[in-house]
């Protein structure tokens, strides 16, 4: 593997065992549930409203990647249409030529 993947692997790790801890953390603290339901509504909001910039930048990149890929995949395809084309003209010359050389006139 690459260390960028294993640098966003270990990111992501890093993220959900924060998220799992604070939840579990809130979940099992002693206070009644109605207590604990409006914390863990606070933190995800709280965690919403901090990272929605990041998820929005991450998606943004995600969708120029996509993008890009995309204008690669269609700029290849041109070019085995254009060489199917080619070798195909390139028959047809060659099967005009032998048949104008046993044409009888």
């Known amino acids: 593997m690459s260390k960028k993947n294993d640098s966003a692997d270990f990111g992501i790790g890093v993220i959900a065992g924060v998220i799992g801890g604070l939840v579990a953390g809130v979940l099992l603290a002693p206070k009644k549930g109605e207590d ?5 509504k ?7 409203e901090t990272q929605a910039p990041r998820v929005k930048n991450a998606k943004k990149h995600a969708l120029e990647s996509i993008d890009l890929v995309k204008f690669k995949v269609e700029k290849k395809m041109k070019s085995f249409a254009n060489a199917i084309k ?13 048949n104008n050389d046993y044409d009888i006139e």
């Open 36 to 40: 604990s339901c409006k914390d863990l």
């Open 42 to 48: 606070n933190i995800v909001e709280n965690l919403v």
């Open 86 to 98: 080619s070798d195909k003209l390139e028959k047809a010359k060659r099967l005009e030529e032998l």
